[in-house]
């Protein structure tokens, strides 16, 4: 028998998709759009893959393949972890990071 006044434990709310299609929208999504539309300068295209990973690749440079990042939520601010390849520890090092900062770099390396 289960313990008297003891509730059931439930995921809590940021727990799995529901069963949710990949595309319908999330806080992470919605926050993302908001960055892109008053970033003059982003020069991204993201397209999301799954929950919290997006390919991302620059609009002027179709020639290479888009790369892989993780965006998620600490402390309310959106971060970013590029995904590292076999000779590329990634941006940032491999960490996390603001998504400013990483629209920005990727926005502007064509320039280099």
């Not at 069963?19 to 991204?44: N, Q, T, Y």
């Not at 590292?84 to 320039?111: A, C, I, Q, Y």
Request: glycine share 8%; proline share 6%; net charge positive.
């Amino acid at each position: 028998p289960a313990s008297a006044g003891v509730a059931p434990r439930t995921p809590s709310r940021g727990a799995g998709h529901g069963g949710r299609a990949s595309s319908a929208k999330d806080e992470i999504d919605l926050r993302l759009d908001e960055l892109i539309e008053r970033s003059a300068d982003c020069r991204l295209e993201f397209r999301k893959l799954n929950r919290s990973w997006y390919a991302v690749q620059h609009v002027d440079d179709k020639s290479r393949p888009p790369r892989n990042v993780e965006i998620t939520l600490v402390n309310r601010k959106l971060m970013a972890r590029l995904e590292p390849t076999t000779t590329d520890k990634g941006w940032n090092n491999g960490k996390l990071g603001p998504v400013e900062r990483f629209v920005t770099h990727f926005s502007k390396s064509l320039d280099n």
